[in-house]
């Protein structure tokens, strides 16, 4: 009886441990950056990354300021633009650390990022991923079956 109870618990811790790698290795990259632009970066290192903006704006709101660069990417600031806050692009030139750019197909973002939050394949319109940071998302919108717009989100 002694040995039928060992046989059966390392057949299960095989079947445990088996499972266990097969979930790690089909986990999805989480997301870092945009552009090379990290959320929680300073003013002083998205300037490092990126060089000046060509275009600041001030909206009085909880994201103030943006900053522009060109058509390629925005990136919102909190804090009084003492922390990145968001990051959005709609140019194929700024794209994820992950790999995933706007204009991308959606087979480009199910096999880099997987199923979108809530487990659902990428659809039309928005679709959540999770991000390294705990209180952050990367929303990818897709329009006519291609990525229209990439943004790395934050609740404060």
Known sequence: MQTLRTVI??????????????ASA???RATKTIGGVAIGASSVDVKKALGEPTDVRHTGDA????WHYGEQLTVFFWDR?????????E?????????VCPGATIS?????????????????GSNQ??????????????HKGRVSSIALRCQP
Do not use: M
């Open 108 to 124: 480009a973002v199910q096999s880099t990022l997987g199923a979108s939050v809530g487990n659902g394949p990428v659809s039309e």
């Open 26 to 28: 089909s986990e999805p």
């Open 63 to 66: 994201l103030d300021p943006e």
């Open 129 to 142: 991923y999770r991000s390294v940071e705990e209180t952050c998302w990367l929303d990818v919108v897709v």
């Open 81 to 89: 633009g003492q922390q990145v806050a968001e990051i959005r692009s």
């Open 9 to 22: 618990a390392i057949q299960l811790a095989i079947v445990v441990t088996g499972l266990a790698v097969d």
């Open 91 to 99: 140019s194929p030139k700024a794209c994820t650390d992950t790999g």
